[in-house]
């Protein structure tokens, strides 16, 4: 009787909501990241001239492309999220170009040259093997984070590269883009320029064959080199729209230090902007408390030029 009186209370218990055993919640593990679908392609004779393609293993193409930049102190080529991408039906290039390091190991009086030719040239070679690779060569987006954004910023901004007339294949193709993606960017190698912008900050060299202060202190004598391959000399109303994100807002937050903040503020892109409209080109601001206008962030500004039909 008495055992039969204790199951019938667990019973009744259990009936009216009694906490159960506590089940451990198991997270999703995030879906792997893909593997390029051709890896290593050389477009042109130097090692570090180098890109990886990843295209969509579903939908039947041609795909729109995004094409993101790397290092340009240090070797090196990635993409953002590629599913992000893929799953949109949107092929990406990870694009690896000589750096200034290269530059001036190789006594270049313009060290900057090297990266920003490389930038257009895998802009060039990707059109010229689009067809091969199932890609649409009318619909090619540009982008890289922080340093990287400076090769895409100056391909976006710079006059169409295509030579008619050129022996080499690449070179007949057009070097224009849909649209330009900047990420925690510095879209100018100017000394004096990022100065104003973001006071006291000291970031680009030897873009212009100097150390920072040299640079500085020799512009008048660099200014033909500056404006040749600084995307804020280069703006003009045929130059690709422009999205500019920022992680951190106009006050520099409590555990990031100084230079790094001055490194990565949004007054670089708010001053770049403001050039930008003066030359007509379309030019997207976003940080935290300051959303733009049709878009919800650097992504979806991608995505929705991309895809535009």
Known sequence: MIHRLILSSLLVLSLNGAPEPAVKAVSAKPPAKPAPSIVDVAYGPHANQRLDVYVPTKGTGPFPVLVWYGGIWKPARSVPDPNRFLNAGIALVAVGTRTLTDGMDDKQKEPVAYLMN???????????HAKEWNLDPGHIAVGGGSQGALPALYVGCSPDRANPAATDPVERQSSKVTCVAAYRSQPTIDPKQMQEWVPGVQWG?????????????????????????????????????IYFENNWGLTQPEKV?????????????????????????????????????????????????????
Do not use: M
Not at 118 to 128: E, F, G, K, L, N
């Open 257 to 309: 230090t100084e230079p790094d903040y001055k490194v990565h503020s949004p007054a670089w892109s708010l001053g770049f902007q403001k050039l930008a409209q003066a030359a007509g080109t379309t030019c997207f601001v976003k940080y935290p408390d300051h959303p733009t206008d049709g878009y919800d962030d650097i992504w979806d500004f991608i995505k929705k030029r991309l895809l535009a039909r």
């Open 205 to 241: 060299a030897p873009a212009l064959g100097y150390a920072f202060t040299e640079s500085l202190k020799r512009r008048e004598e660099l200014l033909p080199i500056i404006n040749r391959w600084s995307p804020d000399k280069l703006l003009r109303a045929e130059s690709a729209p």
């Open 118 to 128: 490389d930038a257009c040239r895998s802009v060039q070679y990707i059109r010229a």
